[in-house]
């Protein structure tokens, strides 16, 4: 069946602009996953949604970072007033079940963001 | 809090040499280790998994045996081929929590023929 998919692409934005990024999970997935991938940071963990609610919100850098989920499925990464520290590829994952530690996360193709 | 620490890159074999990318972590509990892999242009996919102590997680040839105490995740592969080419990461799950993966920074292998 598909897989992961994230849109857009790859994103170009100038510094105080807001951008939105999209994740569609895997049909049926409860649990989804929001990553960051940066240079200077490696991977690092964002937000977790089981169903439409977010009980860990932990890794979100600032409260210019939100993110919400619907209907349990397509989940949108907001970011307001852009920096430049913002450029990263965000990667978004989605499992069955987001509980009991063995559950393997599919990962979609990820955002390239670049703030100018 | 948890962390995951392996070996720094870039690894750089020939063609069909032994491969070993060391992994150790630290974690409260009892986590689910995983090798991620990163090939060039494309996302990340799981590479092997497992779940608790002493368990065998296998795939394409590459292994890494959960080693509780000496908390590692080493992966190996007998014979690297210039397809294996990509970045690994190393990451734990926590059994307790809300399965967020936490990663290490990534070795990347590079196999010329």
């Known amino acids: 069946g598909a897989g992961v998919s994230q849109s857009p692409s790859n994103k170009v934005t100038e510094k105080g602009k807001d951008v939105e990024l999209r994740c569609d999970p895997i049909?049926?997935?409860?649990?989804l996953y929001w990553y960051r991938q940066s240079l200077g940071q490696g991977l690092e963990f964002l937000i977790y949604f089981q169903g439409n609610s977010a009980p860990d919100k932990s890794g979100l850098p600032s409260d210019r970072f939100s993110a919400e989920r619907t209907g349990g499925s397509v989940s949108t990464l907001t970011i307001q007033r852009t920096q430049q520290e913002d450029s990263a590829v965000y990667l978004c994952?989605?499992?069955?079940?987001?509980?009991?530690?063995?559950?393997?996360?599919?990962f979609g193709p990820g955002t390239r963001l670049l703030v100018l | 809090g948890n962390s995951v620490t392996q070996m720094e890159g870039p690894v750089t074999l020939s063609e069909e040499a032994f491969l070993t990318i060391n992994c150790t972590y630290t974690a409260t509990g009892y986590p689910s280790l995983f090798w991620y892999v990163q090939y060039p242009g494309e996302g990340l996919q799981l590479l092997l998994k497992a779940t608790k102590a002493d368990d065998k997680g296998s795939n394409k040839g590459f292994e890494a045996t959960y080693r509780k105490e000496t908390t590692s995740f080493h992966l190996e592969k007998g014979s690297v081929q210039v397809s294996d080419s990509a970045v690994y990461f190393c990451a734990l799950s926590d059994s307790g929590g809300y399965n967020k993966l936490i990663f290490g920074a990534g070795t990347r292998l590079a196999v010329h023929p």
């Open positions: 994952a989605s499992s069955r079940i987001g509980t009991g530690g063995v559950e393997t996360q599919y």
């Open positions: 049909s049926g997935h409860t649990a």
